[in-house]
């Protein structure tokens, strides 16, 4: 019996290894190659022993484009999650804590809006944006970016809050405090955990947004997985050592932050 047990574990590891190999496979090709020169990247068969060059990351960083999409993907991504977080978290426990009419129909809308493709909403906010005068301007991006955020946050803070025990509640209102100081001062504490540990996932999904700000940005306010994806489309030579070196600085910020979302991931999947 123990035997059969090792023997599974053995077969448990193997598989787990393959699939990790094959997960991480693209992104280490990536990473090797955004330090390949461009005869290296091409040849065939494959280099898995080179000799490294930061000559694709210097140009990178020396393209006013890419800075330029980073200094406002730097800007928009923020602002965006701080507005989400001021108007989605009170709302989010509004309906996990008061019931009133339509409240379920209300939150089957706000869920149905993560459902919607972005191609259903572009085309709106497109034309929205252009009558408004606002078409590639850093405000229309942070509003777009902000509906995202604010449904994406209600709809799952819902959750969090119904996780605050209610008779920390019903104590708190027994002293004499105000359903906002309730709000302010216990729910909101007890469930900051695993808030935070959603903030960085909408962080993570704002960031990485690349269809809308695609569509509704063309040069002040373009962000930095649209300046990215330009270096496809320039001239008839893909610089395919660019592009993987602007695809690395583009994912250091959303792993920077994942190693802090998997501490709070316990926190944000704990859910009576």
């Not at 999409?69 to 804590?97: D, Q």
């Not at 070196?245 to 792993?255: E, K, N």
Request: with cysteine; hydrophobic share 60%; proline share 7%.
């Amino acid at each position: 019996m123990a035997r059969l047990n090792y023997g599974r574990d053995i077969f448990y590891k193997i598989i787990i290894i393959l699939v990790l190999l094959i997960a991480l496979a693209p992104i280490l090709w990536m990473f090797l190659s955004s330090f390949k020169s461009r005869v290296d990247i091409i040849s065939y068969p494959p280099k898995f022993i080179f000799t490294p060059v930061m000559d694709n990351y210097k140009r990178v960083l020396q393209m006013p484009t890419l800075m330029h999409g980073l200094r406002n993907s730097l800007i928009i991504v923020p602002i965006s999650l701080l507005l989400g977080f001021i108007f989605g978290v009170p709302v989010g426990y509004i309906f996990a804590r008061i019931k009133f009419k339509r409240s379920a129909d209300l939150r089957f809308f706000i869920l149905s809006l993560r459902f919607m493709p972005p191609v259903a909403v572009a085309l709106p906010f497109f034309l929205i944006w252009m009558r408004l005068r606002l078409l590639d301007s850093i405000p229309a991006v942070i509003f777009t970016y902000l509906t995202i955020a604010i449904s994406t946050m209600i709809w799952l803070t819902i959750e969090c809050f119904k996780q605050v025990p209610v008779e920390c509640e019903e104590a708190a209102h027994l002293e004499g405090c105000t359903q906002f100081q309730v709000f302010s001062r216990i729910a909101l504490p007890l469930a900051i955990p695993s808030i935070l540990g959603m903030c960085i996932f909408i962080f993570i999904l704002l960031w990485n947004e690349f269809f809308l700000a695609f569509v509704i940005t063309s040069q002040r306010a373009v962000t930095m997985p649209v300046a990215s994806a330009a270096f496809a489309v320039v001239g008839m030579e893909v610089p395919w050592g660019q592009i993987c070196a602007s695809v690395i600085l583009l994912s250091i910020p959303p792993l920077i932050l994942s190693y802090f979302f998997v501490k709070f991931l316990p926190y944000f999947f704990k859910v009576n």
